[in-house]
Each structure stands twice: as structure tokens, then as C-alpha cells.
């Protein structure tokens, strides 16, 4: 039982460097989504996708594109790193409606950018 | 605004003890009330969940309540365990909305 999982754990950027956080989940859900978890913030939607080859923005879009080419897949780009942008990232899933469904987690990556 | 306000930020209790933790809210409408459980270096997990027409919801020893009146949520925990040691969030997600509105968490700890 995978569940959502996500790679890296853990990653140190410089600043303007990019890189990709991925995220998959094997549960079939069509609503998948990132957060951002910032020290006494609540968890904070950067970008969402209600399936296959359609993505939405959240709360907090800027500096982030995502894609969704597969039900599984949802990765999360940084085209171009700021130190704003340290934080722990979570991808979240759920079958249908977020509203209404169970919603999964991934265990989280720890960005640091310096 | 909507906004979700926990308290306390953080609480220390004995193992077997029991202990409420304190969310406020002002998201409205909103369709469902859920309380999730964070370990340290982990994702959220699931607990309760809860539609807004519910008083209350329980999971074992874990037990959620909502007065709409006072726009209160109450997340009970009977006889705590050290593994109940983790954040405790509570979330509300606005009716029609795409989005989830997070609290800050409790931090919990249960000492021996």
C-alpha cells in the first residue's frame, strides 16, 4: 500500500537553481494537490488538479508550475528558487471532490533554499 | 476573512490524562469540519471528519464536537498515550470552494 509518495525527501537548492518535486499516487484518485507548511502557518494550496491534463492555482501559485500528463503523477516545479521559498512541501490526494472525500498525504519534502 | 485559530499552540500532559484542544473558526459556509494527526516529520492523517450539520464525530479515543453557535470545534483525547505526541489540526473547507482552510495545530505531548 503505497499510497501517495513522495521524492526527494529532503533537497538543498541555491537560490535561482530548479528542480522538480515529484509526487504519485497508486490509489487512482483524480483530485490531487500540493501544500506548502510554513512555521506557524497553516498548510497553504500553491497549485490543485481535478485529473488528467487539467491543473488550477491555489492560495500561493507564484513561483511554482505543475502539470498533471497522468492520473498518478503530479510534480511540482521551481523554475527558479527563492529563499521564500523554504518550506515543507506535501502532496495530497483524494478520489473525487476534496470537499466530500478523504484526503491522503505523502510524508512530506523538506526544501531548503539558501 | 476565513481563518482557523487553535489553541493552545502547544500542551504537555501526563500518559492517561485526558486533554481538549480548541479550534475557532470563521470560514461560512463551510461543508465539512476535520481533524487530522501530524507526527513529527510526517504527513497529516486523517482522524475525523465531520459535515456541518454534526455535533460530534468520534474515532476510538479521539472524539470531535461543533457548536456552529459559538463557531467552536473541540478535539477530545481520552486516556492519552505517548504515542498521542503529535500536531493536531483542525480544517474546514469552504462550501464551493476548491480550497481548505488550515489551522496552525496543537502541539502535543504526553510524557510518562
Known amino acids: 500500500n503505497a499510497g501517495v509518495t513522495q521524492t526527494p525527501k529532503f533537497q538543498v537548492l541555491k537560490t535561482g537553481q530548479s528542480m522538480t518535486l515529484q509526487c504519485a499516487q497508486d490509489m487512482n484518485h483524480e483530485y490531487m494537490s500540493w501544500y506548502r507548511q510554513d512555521p506557524g502557518m497553516g498548510l497553504r494550496l500553491i497549485h490543485y488538479?481535478?485529473?488528467?491534463?487539467?491543473?488550477d492555482q491555489g492560495e500561493v501559485p507564484n513561483g511554482y508550475n505543475v502539470s498533471r500528463s497522468t492520473t498518478e503523477d503530479f510534480p511540482l516545479r521551481l523554475l527558479s528558487a527563492a529563499p521564500s521559498q523554504t518550506s515543507v512541501y506535501f502532496c495530497?490526494?483524494?478520489?473525487?471532490?476534496?470537499?466530500?472525500?478523504?484526503?491522503?498525504f505523502g510524508e512530506g519534502s523538506r526544501l531548503t533554499v539558501l | 476573512k476565513n481563518q482557523v485559530e487553535q489553541s493552545p499552540q502547544s500542551l504537555i500532559i501526563l500518559e492517561g490524562k485526558n486533554c481538549t484542544l480548541q479550534c475557532n473558526y470563521t470560514v461560512s459556509p463551510f461543508s465539512n469540519l476535520r481533524w487530522y494527526k501530524q507526527d513529527t516529520g510526517r504527513g497529516p492523517v486523517s482522524l475525523t471528519i465531520?459535515?456541518?450539520?454534526?455535533n460530534t464525530k468520534s474515532n476510538g479515543r479521539y472524539t470531535a464536537t461543533l457548536d456552529a453557535d459559538t463557531k467552536q470545534s473541540s478535539l477530545h483525547i481520552t486516556a492519552s498515550q505517548l504515542s498521542d505526541s503529535a500536531s493536531y489540526i483542525c480544517?474546514?473547507?469552504?462550501?464551493?470552494?476548491?480550497?481548505?482552510?488550515f489551522g496552525t495545530g496543537t502541539r502535543l505531548t504526553v510524557i510518562p
Open positions: 495530497a490526494s483524494t478520489l473525487g471532490d476534496p470537499s466530500r472525500g478523504e484526503l491522503f
Open positions: 465531520m459535515t456541518f450539520s454534526e
Open positions: 480544517v474546514f473547507d469552504q462550501t464551493g470552494a476548491n480550497n481548505l482552510f
Open positions: 488538479s481535478v485529473g488528467a491534463g487539467i491543473t
